[in-house]
């Protein structure tokens, strides 16, 4: 098994540019998740899913959208980057509830 | 202002030494969980508590969760370079919020 796998694992764009970060997990997990990691922030939900076809707005959702067409997949998409959205991005899948949650190996995303 | 604080945030030690970090709030949890981040790599869990007072063991680590479930510490005993990453706790609350700790960066020197 992969785990959870992240796509692209490193990407610079300039401000107003757009892009999709790409979370795929073999796990059979309902529910997947969208973190960004900031120095002294700790871990930040933009985004989740609880299932197929559905998303919800975690704590900081401005400025990001996110798909979950197949169970497997959940995408994060950037219409139009901003320096402040440079960041590490980890996506991570569980179980339903509050559980053990799995990692992606993060994608580093530099705006400038 | 982070809901959760932890302290520690930075901490050094050399190979041997015991440590313990922390990680607390105002608010009460249903639950905590901790986990170790290396670099370059996602969180990996490394315990839950749900007890308030419940003390779980992992190896030389020692998880306790406080009588009123606001606070928790992890005390590490005999710290080897192994142990050197960030540790992270992610509280649980009442409604289902889960928030993460900006966490304590340990190093451990040979």
């Known amino acids: 098994n992969a785990g959870v796998t992240q796509t692209p694992k490193f990407r610079v764009l300039k401000t107003g540019q757009s892009m999709t970060l790409l979370c795929a997990q073999d796990?059979?997990?309902?529910?997947m998740y969208w973190y960004r990691q900031d120095p002294g922030m700790g871990l930040r939900l933009i985004h989740y899913?609880?299932?197929?076809?559905?998303?919800a707005k975690g704590e900081v959702p401005d400025g990001y959208n996110v798909s979950r067409l197949k169970k497997q997949n959940f995408l994060l998409g950037l219409e139009s980057a901003a320096p402040s959205q440079t960041s590490v991005y980890f996506c991570?899948?569980?179980?339903?509830?509050?559980?053990?949650?799995?990692f992606g190996p993060g994608t580093r995303l530099t705006v400038t | 202002t982070q809901l959760l604080e932890q302290s520690p945030q930075f901490l050094s030690i050399q190979e041997g030494e015991n440590l313990t970090v922390y990680c607390n709030s105002s608010?009460?949890?249903?639950?905590l969980q901790w986990y170790r981040q290396e670099p370059g790599e996602g969180p990996v869990l490394l315990v839950t508590?749900?007890?308030?007072?419940e003390v779980k063991k992992l190896k030389r680590l020692t998880f306790q969760f406080g009588d009123a479930r606001k606070d928790s510490s992890l005390h590490i005993t005999a710290a080897q370079p192994g142990d050197t990453g960030l540790y992270l706790c992610?509280?649980?609350?009442?409604?289902?919020?889960?928030?993460f700790g900006a966490g304590t960066r340990l190093t451990v020197k040979p």
């Open positions: 796990m059979n997990h309902e529910y």
């Open positions: 508590v749900v007890t308030g007072g």
């Open positions: 899913s609880v299932g197929e076809g559905t998303t």
């Open positions: 992610a509280g649980i609350y009442n409604n289902n919020d889960m928030r």
């Open positions: 991570a899948s569980s179980f339903p509830g509050l559980y053990e949650q799995y």
């Open positions: 608010s009460v949890f249903s639950s």
